[in-house]
């Protein structure tokens, strides 16, 4: 990336830690054992996995033993998905209607299997509608709920510990995708009183390609990929020990720097809320709980993806949703499950903040939409008249 550029899409990915980094280079370089051979250098590779196993647990108050690595937020979720809801033939799935798209994707598959998959309603902030996830658990049992603990678009928090409840009361087991918001915000396995829950290295500093399925030992869950046995037959394949290791040092680095991430990236969020305010923009889920780095806004008769092109060309890189949907052309399906219009989803940008971002690029940035946005008006009036 040009030394110009300035990055604001955290919550697509996090640039690698330094720190994390150098945790990772003895395994890339010159530690080349594979973790399930027996010899010395098949044990320096499991002696580190398991210490990044015991850091990522510490993390988010949660057993080692409960900790199952595998490649990616999207498998973690495809697994207890797939894996709870395949034990029992015909089964009920219930999560949030904004969910990242590869949980509805998983739930979606199920149903072709003869399972039966229920979005449950948001508020127009967002915020998760507790009697209607109530209805959705009524009646015979649903094997799985899955409630994300904080939205990768608009940043929205749920309480994911009353969703539990509501779920476990049905005997339901309980499930968290959680990616967003690990370094950002307490992830709490016990207090969240969930039976699993997902996280991603990626998403707080550390590298792509490796991720976790906590789950508790009483959960019986259908492995997603058969072989070899790893990972206590959670998740057959050869581990990614570079990326545990990785994974590890940014999940503690993420519990030491919560206060000071809170603190930074709030005040940069405010700045820029501010400004944006002030020019005329809509922050989307505005008045609920939201990741202390994200900003989601729009301007009415503003394309969102035209706004981050021209975004894009003045030096910052911003997003107009989710990553992972970014190759499809249709308006968000959070804003459409908030019971926003087309036309409005459609003029979403995303602002993510980290660590290495400065008030002086925030005011870079918010001076850029502002000019952008004024230029783009003045265009359509001049086409209008």
Sequence with gaps: MSASRI??????????????????????????????SRHHEGRVAHDAVERARHQVAAAVNARPSEVFFTSSGTESNNTI??????????????????????????????VRLGCEFIPVAVDEQGRLDFADL????????????????????????????????????????????????????PVDFQ????????ISAHKAGGPMGIAALIVKAHVDCLPLLEGGGQENGMRSGTLNVAGAVGFGRAAEL???????YQRHTGKLRAMLESRLL???????????????????????GIEGEALVVMIDQAG?????????AST?????????????????????????????????QIEALATAICEITQSLRSMSAVMNA
């Design 191 to 198: 207090k969240l009183n969930i039976d699993a829950m997902t």
């Design 81 to 110: 998905i797939k894996g709870i809801a395949g034990r029992n033939g015909k089964t009920r799935i219930v999560t949030s209607g904004i969910e990242h798209p590869c949980v509805h994707c998983a739930a979606r598959a199920m």
């Design 134 to 185: 109530e209805t959705a658990v009524a009646g015979a049992s649903p094997a799985v709920v899955s409630i994300m603990l904080a939205n990768n678009e608009t940043g929205v928090v749920l309480d994911v510990a009353r969703a539990a409840q509501i779920g476990h009361a049905v005997d339901a087991v309980v499930h968290s995708d959680c990616a967003q918001a690990l370094g950002k915000i």
């Design 278 to 300: 002030s020019a005329g923009a809509v922050i989307f889920s505005g008045e609920a709980s939201r990741l202390p780095n994200t900003s989601y806004f729009g301007f009415a």
């Design 7 to 36: 990055y604001f899409d955290h919550n697509a990915t996090a640039p690698l830690d330094q720190d994390v980094l150098k945790a990772m280079l003895p395994f890339l370089q010159s530690n080349h054992g594979n973790p399930a």
């Design 254 to 260: 993420g519990r030491e720097r919560l206060d000071e």
């Design 328 to 360: 499809k052309n249709e308006p968000s399906n959070v804003l459409m499950a908030m019971g926003c219009d087309e036309v409005t989803a459609r003029t979403a940008v995303r602002v993510s903040l980290g660590l290495d971002n400065t008030e002086a």
């Design 316 to 324: 910052f890189a911003v997003a107009s949703g989710s990553a992972c």
